[in-house]
Antibody, heavy 117, light 110 residues
Framework: QVQLQQWGAGLLKPSETLSLTCGVY????????WSWIRQTPGKGLEWIGE???????NYNPSLKSRVAISVDTSKKQFSLKLTSVTAADSAVYYC???????????WGPGTTVIVSS | QSMVTQPPSVSGTPGQRVTIPCSGS????????VYWYQQVPGTAPKLLIS???QRPSGVSDRFSGSKSGISASLAISGLRSEDEADYYC???????????FGTGTKVTVL
């Protein structure tokens, strides 16, 4: 069964850079897009972006100027960086596998990120 | 921000059939597949319905999806206490060039 495990700093100060990594276990890394999605009580679920094993990435236009998703195929990991964070970026961040069918079929457990001075 | 709307809550008694509507626009639900996710509070969402009406392996046949025009719906038949969760629809949005999620619906079993 495919598993995603994620890790990264959970407490940030305003203007810092959010950095999270997701590891893919027990499944092929190639042939899929790997995504980041966040969830806040106020805005619900928000797609952040996606990347494939070749490094081709797509981002939510509302975050594009601050976000970067990268991939390390040798480690079967992909990472999220979000710069200049504010309190509005406080959320639970999920990594997920995106199938060619368009479905997010496997999700990581989520990482709570709080931005506070 | 979400351009896809769902009612905040839906409730029913055990055994009842409930439906959750999802309404978007021509750029998302109207022209692309709709997906449904179930989220038990404190856990990650789980894929429930793919491509409007396809159930992934392991998903109970009590869950069914449909779509007509810009509207989609998720039906839960034979409602059970374990169905209490939040349900989200989602679709690709051509204008955004990205995925959008519905506002979410909390299902309560009375």
């Amino acid at each position: 069964q495919v598993q995603l495990q994620q890790w990264g700093a959970g407490l940030l100060k305003p203007s810092e850079t959010l950095s999270l990594t997701c590891g893919v276990y027990t499944m092929s890394f190639s042939g899929y897009y790997w995504s980041w999605i966040r969830q806040t009580p106020g805005k619900g679920l928000e797609w952040i972006g996606e990347i494939n094993a070749s490094g081709s990435a797509n981002y939510n236009p509302s975050l594009k100027s601050r976000v970067a998703i990268s991939v390390d195929t040798s480690k079967k990991q992909f990472s999220l960086k979000l710069t200049s964070v504010t309190a509005a970026d406080s959320a639970v961040y999920y990594c997920a596998r995106l199938l060619v069918t368009g479905a997010f079929d496997v999700w990581g457990p989520g990482t709570t990120v709080i931005v506070s001075s | 921000q979400s351009m896809v709307t769902q009612p905040p809550s839906v409730s029913g008694t055990p055994g009842q059939r409930v439906t959750i509507p999802c309404s978007g626009s021509s750029s998302n639900t109207g022209s692309n597949y709709v997906y449904w996710y179930q989220q038990v509070p404190g856990t990650a969402p789980k894929l429930l319905i793919s491509r409007n009406d396809q159930r992934p392996s392991g998903v109970s046949d009590r869950f069914s999806g449909s779509k007509s025009g810009i509207s989609a719906s998720l039906a839960i038949s034979g409602l059970r206490s374990e169905d209490e969760a939040d349900y989200y629809c989602a679709a690709w949005d051509d204008s955004l060039s990205g995925y959008v999620f519905g506002t979410g619906t909390k299902v309560t079993v009375l």
